[in-house]
Structures are given as structure tokens and as C-alpha cells.
């Protein structure tokens, strides 16, 4: 039951995630904005946790195991160790296939409460949403985090606690549309097999261009870490008096989905992996999602955050998820005698807003900031086409100069 709940969860995100597709769809343009393929940004990379079950010794614990009908059964107990594959927990059991049976999970060591759970990435991606499926109960407070700038600052997500008042001093978005901590994922129950979601993208973020700087400044990350804060107990334990209530206390994760894309502008469709990038091995058959853009629209960079040396004849912009409009770079106009050509604003409102690409290093005996004229002790040879390397003679007496 949970597990498809979970899928169906999966579902609706991956669909609100294809937005970012398929918002391009509406322009009639042969180029359109486009954005590479959402996956995991989880698989094939490393997850960290401060705390692992059984890391120094085997130990026991006890569990409550995923129910359908919310009664109350014995819980079930068992022992880890982190030094016995088949005893162990281990973090990256959080970035496995969602479909594997028997479920894998972490576990944190016995009575932690605060703990992290981080993910670092090697590059800035596009982060759309979480899904954390727990195997413990929820924690009571959590908070989710993300970094701009590889981990030297970080800023808050989003709250989650069973009273946002009590553990954060917050409004509970369930009262207060929009506010920044939620208590809808906080319950004890289920005891198992408990779910936490958050998305980047909802109001007031869900009607903006995902690709505007507003949107991008939300959706950007090269770092995201869960603080657990607080363990909470299943119900279930007053009942079980069997069971010493210190077994129960841990935190386990069975899934932690991190759903985003590589960082394009909307000027990518595919991207390959970022210089020095070492795969984690993976058990996992989704693909690992790479964060070195192949550009189109004449764009370049890891990211087509600029335009192609021979395309800055308009100032970069990103493309437009909302319109489609692909804001492609256009070529200078250097007559084939430049490799590359910078922006100038002083041109481009000369030209009235159409061009401003000025040309570097006009070869082939040209100049001028298209190359459009011979130097001057050259002439032009109407003989051939001026953008030939050859256009623009030097060995005659006369120093006539030519526009082309
Ligand atoms: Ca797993």
C-alpha cells in the first residue's frame, strides 16, 4: 500500500517535473527552450550521514514493519552490523532502485536525534523535489536545506515538525498557506513506510518561468542536507512490553529521492559528465543524471550560460520555459574573417536594439567591427566574394581601402 502510494506520489512529482518540458512545446519556432531528462540526482553519487547502525559492534533493534491496516502488531527485531554486508545499513541503501525487494534502508545508530543526511554534488543542478520514504517514524522536526556554493552557506527549504510553533517559532502551512514549515508530514503514524515530500516549485513558485532568475534562485543547488532534529516513537510501543523502548530508537530511511535535472538555461537537452566526476556504484538501474551541458542555441559553457565565441551579436538570456521562446545567441556579423566577436553596448543601441556584436581580431588583412573593410595598404579584389580569406589584397601600389 505504501509502496504504491509512494509510486503514485512519484507520478504526480514526475509530472509537475516534465513541466519544465514541456512548457517549451507551445512555441511554433523549430528551436524551442528544452531541459535535459529528470532523474535521481542521488544515484551514482554519494549520500553522507554522521551515523551508521552497528558501526562499531553488532547491535540489536526493533522495528515496526510496514502495515496496511494501521493496527498495532509486535514489532520485529533483528541485528546490524556495518562490518556484515548482510547485517548492514548503509547510507547509500537510500539511493538504490525504489522497486527492489527485499526494501533496503539506512539506519542511524541507536538514540541519535540529530542527524544529517547530505547529498554534495560536483556541479549546480536543477533540484524540482524530495521524497524521503521513512522505515522509522517520521522525526518530529526536520529541516531541509540547500547550498548554492558547494556548502559554504546554506539556507532553509523548508520546516517540518508535528507543532511548527513549538520546535521552529513558524506558521504551519496546513493554517497558513505558503508559510515555511509543515506539520503534514511530521505524524508518528504510519509507524513504517511514512513519507516525506517537498517540492520546489509550489506556490508561490508553481506559475513562474523555471527558468526566470526568481525561479532558478529557488531551483539551484550544488549541495542538500536534511537535518533530523527529533525521534519520535510509534504508538504501537505502549503496547509492546516486550520490547525496550531504546531498541526502537533510530532513524531509518528506506528512500531518498532528490528529483532534479542538469543546470542548462533551457539551452540543453542532454549533458555528460562534469570534468573529474567519479560515479558511485550503483545497483540502481535509473541513470545517473550528469551535469555538463551539451548546448544548443549557439549557447556554450557548463551550463550555456554564455554565448558561443561567435554569437554574441545580442546580449545571453535564458531561454523562456513559460513561451518557449528558445532566446537563441546570434552570429556576428564579421564577414568570415573572426573566430569570435564580444557584445557592446554602446553598438547595440546605436543600432537600435539589433545588434551589438562587435568582431575580435579581424584577420585576412581586415578591420573594422563587422571586418568589413580592407586595412588600409590593402585593396579589395572584387574578383572574388568578400568573406573569402583572399578579398583583400596587399601587393598593390595604391593604398585604396574598400568597403565590402
Ligand atoms: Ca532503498
Redesign the pocket.
Known amino acids: 500500500m505504501e509502496v504504491l502510494l509512494a509510486l503514485a506520489t512519484l507520478l504526480v512529482a514526475s509530472a509537475l517535473a516534465t513541466g519544465i518540458n514541456t512548457m517549451a512545446t507551445i512555441a511554433s519556432q523549430r528551436e524551442k527552450a528544452c531541459n535535459p531528462r529528470m532523474g535521481n540526482l542521488a544515484i551514482g553519487r554519494r549520500i553522507w550521514t554522521d551515523t551508521v547502525c552497528g558501526s562499531n559492534s553488532t547491535e540489536l533493534y526493533c522495528a515496526y514493519t510496514d502495515y496496511p491496516d494501521q493496527t498495532c502488531k509486535e514489532p520485529k527485531c533483528d541485528k546490524c552490523s556495518a562490518a556484515v554486508p548482510r547485517l548492514s545499513h548503509p547510507a547509500s541503501?537510500?539511493a538504490?532502485s525504489t522497486f527492489?525487494n527485499p526494501?533496503?534502508?539506512w539506519q542511524s545508530a541507536r538514540d541519535v536525534q540529530r542527524e544529517i543526511v547530505q547529498l554534495n554534488l560536483e556541479a549546480t543542478f536543477y533540484f524540482t523535489h524530495l521524497i524521503m520514504v521513512f522505515k522509522s517514524p517520521r522525526p518530529a522536526a526536520m529541516i531541509l536545506e540547500g547550498s548554492q556554493d558547494f556548502g559554504l552557506s546554506w539556507r532553509p527549504y523548508k520546516y517540518f515538525s508535528t507543532n511548527c510553533t513549538q520546535s521552529f517559532q513558524l506558521e504551519d502551512d496546513v493554517n497558513v498557506k505558503g508559510a515555511p514549515c509543515t506539520s503534514r508530514y511530521s505524524q508518528a503514524v504510519p509507524c513504517s513506510g511514512g513519507e516525506v515530500i517537498y517540492r520546489t516549485m509550489s506556490p508561490p513558485y508553481s506559475a513562474v518561468d523555471p527558468y526566470s532568475e526568481k525561479a532558478q534562485d529557488q531551483l539551484k543547488i550544488t549541495n542538500l542536507r536534511v537535518q533530523l532534529l527529533k525521534q519520535q516513537r510509534c504508538p504501537c510501543l505502549n503496547k509492546s512490553l516486550d520490547v525496550k523502548p531504546q531498541s526502537l530508537a533510530h532513524y531509518a530511511v528506506?528512500?531518498f529521492i532528490v528529483k532534479g535535472s542538469c543546470f542548462c538555461n533551457g539551452h540543453a537537452d542532454h549533458c555528460v559528465p562534469t570534468d573529474g566526476f567519479r560515479q558511485v556504484r550503483t545497483t540502481s538501474k535509473l541513470q545517473v543524471v550528469h551535469g555538463n551541458c551539451i548546448c544548443k542555441h549557439n549557447t556554450a559553457g557548463p551550463h550555456c550560460e554564455q554565448c558561443a565565441a561567435l554569437y554574441n551579436d545580442k546580449p545571453w538570456k535564458a531561454a523562456n520555459g513559460k513561451t518557449g521562446e528558445p532566446n537563441m545567441c546570434e552570429k556576428c556579423k564579421c564577414n568570415g574573417h573572426a573566430d569570435s566577436c564580444h557584445f557592446n553596448m554602446d553598438v547595440w543601441l546605436a543600432s537600435g536594439n539589433r545588434s551589438g556584436g562587435v568582431c575580435d581580431n579581424c584577420q585576412h588583412n581586415t578591420e573594422g567591427i563587422h571586418c568589413q573593410r580592407c586595412k588600409q595598404g590593402f585593396f579589395r579584389d572584387f574578383q572574388i566574394p568578400f568573406s573569402t580569406p583572399e578579398a583583400c589584397k596587399g601587393t598593390a601600389s595604391s593604398s585604396l581601402s574598400s568597403d565590402a
Open positions: 541503501a537510500m538504490d527492489k526494501r533496503t534502508w528506506y528512500d
